[in-house]
């Protein structure tokens, strides 16, 4: 049987995780400091991670907290903002995993359009016009999930001015920011505010999704909240899994990792590109400038749901659009082409466009 081709999962293909470097970083980390990579941390992860991490974002160690990644950031700030029934406002499509944890908090989720250049910021105006007090807003800014939409410059400024006249929090999740492999390379919103601004992002999608290191960067008095929260769930998070990410960046293992996925994936979007304007016409779609992610809009009526059914059975999985979103999205679908080669690309959009044409196409375009 042939072997499944997924673009399911956001996680990059083995041939382009740094193994190599990873195992000198581990044995060069345990070397180093085998009593502090063995033993109990605190609650604020690796100290010299969480150094390393604070230099790289220009603030104080005090304002950074290093968890069991990036998810768990995310869950540790909603426990410490987000209360049943406080609005939040998300993208539209969004994240499944933060609809799902926002929705599990009863939060009064407002989920407010996406364009090509991130959340429409006049839609978000008339939402807070209807009297909406948001707590948060959770923005992924760069190559967004689902969409790998970027967030520009004007809008970055505009959301930053909306929080501070409105009084709530931007989420900054940005785990995808040093995937870019074209256009230019926007400042993040904590750099811009920080006094609005909550930042997450992740050590999975540069060194790899195994790893389970993120990390928070915000307020210090909320970080040290944040802190105290996690103190009653764990003692520590992973102290050698964060070590060996210390190592793997000092020692400029991370730089070349970086490089070596953001070249990949450049070609990987270019190939998934070209082959869905070949194969599958009735596709639109924006070309990404970076990440792991391309969001397909197919015409009205297409029933998705049964195109998976008949991909799946040819070997070839994707995430339907409703996923995504809270109501809707019958007709859009997220395809990852981080861990498919070039190969499987071609072939894996050839059999997409026949389960389109099998199962999926309205009448008018079968």
Request: proline share 6%; charged share 20%; with cysteine.
């Amino acid at each position: 049987m042939a072997a499944t081709i997924s673009f399911a999962r956001g996680a990059p293909s083995l041939d382009i995780v740094d193994v190599d470097g990873l195992r000198a970083a581990a044995d060069e980390a345990l070397a180093a400091d085998p009593g502090g990579m063995t033993g109990y941390g605190t609650s604020v992860g690796y100290v010299p991670l969480r150094e390393w991490i604070a230099q790289r974002h220009g603030v104080t160690t005090s304002q950074v907290l290093v968890t069991n990644g990036s998810m768990q950031a995310d869950a540790f700030l909603f426990d410490a903002l987000v209360a049943p029934g406080d609005a939040v406002v998300v993208e539209l499509p969004t994240y499944d995993r933060t609809l799902l944890s926002l929705r599990n908090r009863g939060a009064d989720v407002r989920m407010v359009a996406l364009e090509p250049d991130g959340i429409d910021t006049a839609a978000l105006e008339r939402v807070l016009a209807t009297g909406a007090d948001p707590t948060l807003a959770h923005i992924i800014p760069n190559f967004q999930n689902p969409a790998g939409y970027t967030l520009s410059g004007p809008k970055r400024e505009r959301l930053i001015e909306l929080a501070r006249a409105h009084g709530f929090t931007i989420f900054e999740d940005d785990p995808y920011v040093a995937l870019r492999f074209a256009g230019e390379t926007l400042p993040t919103m904590v750099s811009m505010a920080p006094d609005v601004t909550v930042y997450a992002s992740s050590f999975s999608k540069t060194v790899c999704p195994g790893i389970r290191v993120g990390y928070l960067v915000g307020p210090e008095a909320l970080i040290a909240e944040i802190a105290r929260r996690a103190t009653s769930t764990y003692i520590s998070p992973n102290m050698i899994a964060q070590g060996i990410v210390n190592q793997f960046c000092r020692s400029g293992r991370i730089e070349r990792s970086i490089e070596t996925v953001r070249e990949a994936l450049r070609v990987r979007a270019e190939t998934l590109c070209g082959a869905l304007a070949e194969h599958l016409p009735d596709a639109r779609f924006v070309a990404p400038q970076g990440g792991y992610f391309l969001w397909v809009d197919l015409p009205s009526g297409t029933d998705v749901a049964a195109m998976a059914d008949a991909a799946a059975d040819r070997g070839v999985q994707f995430v339907k659009g409703t996923d995504f979103v809270l109501e809707g999205g019958g007709s859009s679908l997220r395809l990852a082409y981080s861990g498919v080669t070039p190969a499987q690309i071609e072939e894996g959009v050839g059999i997409l466009a026949e389960a389109y044409a099998q199962a999926g196409a309205p009448a008018q375009a079968a």
